[in-house]
């Protein structure tokens, strides 16, 4: 399973990263905080799971995930320049994704080499 988390700043691009590559995600079980996941299932009728939006525990409830070893990979479009209310739970999903040796991008070009690997191993 693959996340997809965009915070509102970066909601365009990744709905340009998903619009790219969206033969491979139709081929992939996809979770996503509730905005994200929202715009993805409307504009490209992707089938995604939504959980809460980050703020409301999102981040975390997609965190226990990749502690159980369902979410193989975190796309997660960061503003930089904003600050967020939910920054620590932002610092546990990252923390947990070292823990766990999950692959986390938070910016399009490393979500590009992430998705390429995953397209040249044909891992699932």
Known sequence: MIALIAHDRKK?????????????????????TGNTGGMLHDKLELEIERVEHGPYGGDL????RVATGEVKAILFF??????????????ALMRVCDVH???????VGTAEAIVASWKATAHH
């Open 12 to 32: 365009d691009d990744m709905l340009a990263f998903v619009r790219r590559h969206v033969d491979f995600f139709r081929t992939r079980r996809l979770v996503a």
């Open 61 to 64: 409830i997609i965190g226990a």
């Open 78 to 91: 960061r503003d930089p320049l904003t600050a967020q209310p939910h920054e620590p739970d932002v610092s």
């Open 101 to 107: 040796n999950t692959p986390l991008a938070t910016n």
